[in-house]
């Protein structure tokens, strides 16, 4: 709070991040909360939900599907309330094609080892072996980059959350390596519990979605015009 404080004062642009949780997804699109985004000067907010890529075995913090269709509600709402832009990393997938990782963002850890997304920890090359130019063409990122977009739904972009089995069969094709200690817990001691919450995004979305489509064709043809 003293930062923003601190950053609005002087005048420099800044933005807030927020890892959506079970617990308190309600709180995080709230009136009150955004509000108080906006007056301390936030220009823009990030809203990404959270995953159990670090070890964790059990999907317990994960917001549930209808939580996650209530922030996409919320999203709306606040986006016409408030004068504050704010991206929904999941939701807002359809604005660009679907899932974006290895073909228009990657990510690079400390040690140099080229992921598709930040949340997905596994690796077939290491940019300190290999420049990048040359890495991105590496055989996981061009498996990647043939399967999207995994769901002619693109409100379920996810290959480790809405299509689990991709992740599970591209680990196994691509032989990569996990780059994060317990990486592996997601495609193995999690297999049930995320197939299961798949199933749940599919039958709340797949509804949403036929709602959807048109829509989002609509405005992105008129986003092009402009």
Avoid at 191 to 208: A, F, N
Wanted: include cysteine.
């Amino acid at each position: 709070m003293k930062a923003m404080d601190i950053l609005r004062e002087r005048k420099i642009p800044f933005g807030y991040s927020v890892c959506v949780t079970r617990k308190n997804a309600g709180v995080v699109v709230s009136d009150e909360f955004v509000d108080l985004m906006v007056k301390k000067g936030a220009f823009v907010g990030w809203y990404f939900l959270y995953m159990p890529v670090s070890g964790d075995k059990n999907t317990e913090l994960m917001p549930t599907p209808e939580q996650r269709n209530n922030q996409r509600l919320r999203r709306n709402e606040i986006r016409k309330k408030f004068p504050i832009f704010i991206i929904d990393f999941w939701n807002d997938a359809p604005f660009v094609g679907g899932c974006i990782s290895a073909k228009y963002y990657c990510h690079v850890n400390n040690f140099g080892d080229l992921e598709p997304c930040i949340f997905t920890h596994f690796s077939q090359v290491n940019i300190k072996n290999l420049p990048l130019k040359e890495a991105l063409k590496c055989q996981f990122f061009k498996e990647i980059r043939k399967r999207q977009p995994y769901s002619p739904n693109l409100l379920m972009p996810c290959m480790l959350i809405d299509h689990p089995h991709v992740i599970r069969e591209l680990c196994q094709v691509c032989q990569v390596q996990p780059t994060h200690p317990g990486a592996q817990t997601l495609i193995k001691d999690l297999k049930e519990p995320l197939d299961q919450y798949s199933q749940k995004v599919h039958q709340i979305y797949d509804k949403v979605w036929e709602e959807t489509e048109t829509t989002f064709g609509e405005k992105l043809k008129r986003d092009k015009r402009l």
